[in-house]
């Protein structure tokens, strides 16, 4: 397994440690690969199901934009 | 790629035009509360997202953590409070679970969700954000004005109020699908409450040098007597823009945003505010939103090591002059020759020469930007 090192706030990180001790998770870095699994696949399925700007919306924004000279 | 969103989700809690009108028809039963132009302004900044992920006005509990940490309680930075404050005739008006109408100006401006009412204190609130109690900060003196109660809740922003400026503002997510119709992957944000001089072009085009686009963002809003009027500044921008910029490199439109001259604090702040519109990176120059002399001249700059998981990357400028020996325009990081031979760029030396109808030095502002400053009759608020 390939290991990465990652910045992350101390506030966050003593949160993750305490949190780690409470649901018997090994260690932080068990609960952070637990986490990250969770929030990517929640990513992807909000990207999934388009829920940034519908086709319609960007067409309506694309209108204005162009109707105040941003856009050619 | 342009920025995420801040928490990852860009907020929209904006009335819709079937719904406003009900709500409009039917609102003589809801308890009513005047808002001043801060909150109103904070209102429309929820409401479109600009400070996403807030869907509301704090509750105590995120109060207390945005003044003891500069985050959300889930860890996200945050530094200003954004908060509806009210009175004790206020208070006894509404209760917890109310939907309350705003209003602003004798208009309906939103709704607001009551989740909380609390006291707070207000010296802890200034000795946190501004680093003083001092009344004479002009942030500290209008926390020490507001009402003795602050209202939590979420809200929805009804775009009611015309102010001559629509056609100058974007929304993030206009700003966002902009950004992408130009095929900009990487965009600077640059903020700014005046006319440009060249110190101002200059920290511009050094950071454009090495991003795909330039967003520049002005603030309008409050302004005191003295300061150049909104319009000034959009035209003399537009000058600028249209005979010295790259054509296309370039998005210029407003932010209406209350300061609070926080200095460090709001830094951060205009920096998430920035990452909500699309920006990749975002300029923090000399006393970012300071007032007086309360912070450090680099401090808004000292403050984002604090902040590794901000989503948006600052660049730092040294204030920038007119050199005689470098023949040009420096800044104290690449200039070495002595202080005499600069010419700094004086902001009050500026207003003085256009106030006087004369065009300003060349080496502190272009021409073609004065003479546009000097067609208004009058420049200046009154």
């Known amino acids: ?72 | 790629m342009v920025s995420r969103p801040h928490g990852g989700r860009l907020v929209k809690r904006v009335l819709p035009r079937d719904r406003m009108e009900d709500i409009l028809r039917d609102s003589r039963g809801l308890p009513q509360l005047d808002v001043d132009d801060t909150i109103y302004r904070d209102l429309e900044n929820i409401g479109y997202g600009v400070y996403s992920p807030l869907t509301g006005f704090l509750d105590s509990v995120e109060l207390e953590s945005v003044l003891y940490t500069m985050r959300l309680s889930n860890d996200l930075p945050w530094t200003i409070p954004i908060v509806l404050d009210i009175d004790e005739e206020a208070r006894r008006s509404i209760g917890i679970g109310d939907t309350v109408l705003l209003m602003y100006g004798g208009q309906p401006v939103g709704l607001l969700m009551v989740e909380e009412v609390y006291r707070y204190d207000k010296g802890l609130y200034a000795e946190k954000v501004f680093k003083t109690t001092d009344p004479a900060h002009p942030g500290v003196a209008r926390v020490m004005s507001m009402g003795d109660y602050l209202v939590g809740g979420s809200v929805e922003y009804i775009p009611m109020v015309r102010d001559g400026y629509e056609d100058y503002f974007l929304t993030p997510r206009e700003t966002r699908v902009l950004f992408r119709e130009r095929g900009w992957e990487t965009v600077v944000a640059f903020q700014t409450r005046n006319v440009p001089h060249l110190g101002h072009e200059y920290v511009q085009k050094t950071a454009l040098t090495f991003v795909d686009g330039l967003f520049i963002n002005p603030v309008i809003g409050r302004k005191k007597r003295g300061d150049f009027r909104d319009e000034v500044i959009l035209e003399a921008y537009k000058t600028l823009i249209n005979r010295f910029y790259p054509r296309g490199s370039v998005v210029m439109s407003i932010v209406r945003y209350a300061m609070r001259y926080a200095g460090p604090r709001e830094a951060i702040h205009h920096a998430i505010m920035r990452k909500n519109f699309g920006a990749t990176h975002f300029i923090v120059g000399r006393d970012h939103a300071g007032v007086g002399n309360y912070y450090g001249r680099y401090e808004a700059q000292e403050i984002f090591s604090e902040f590794p998981d901000l989503g948006i990357t600052p660049l730092f400028f040294r204030e920038f002059f007119y050199c005689r020996g470098c023949g040009g325009m420096s800044n104290e990081k690449i200039c070495p020759h002595d202080r005499d031979l600069r010419i700094y760029i004086s902001g009050t030396k500026i207003r003085e020469s256009l106030s006087r109808g004369i065009v300003p030095p060349g080496e502190m502002m272009r021409r073609e930007v004065a003479e546009t400053i000097l067609s208004f009759d009058n420049p200046f608020v009154d």
């Not at chain 1, 067409?59 to 162009?66: G, K």
């Open chain 1, 1 to 72: 397994m390939r290991k990465v090192s990652i910045e992350i706030p101390e506030t966050l990180y003593r949160r993750l440690e305490a949190l780690a001790g409470r649901i018997g998770a090994d260690s932080v870095y068990e609960l952070v690969v637990d986490l990250l699994r969770e929030g990517v696949s929640r990513l992807e399925e909000d990207l999934d199901a388009g829920h940034e700007l519908s086709e319609e919306e960007v067409s309506r924004i694309r209108e204005r934009l162009r109707s105040l000279g941003y856009l050619d």
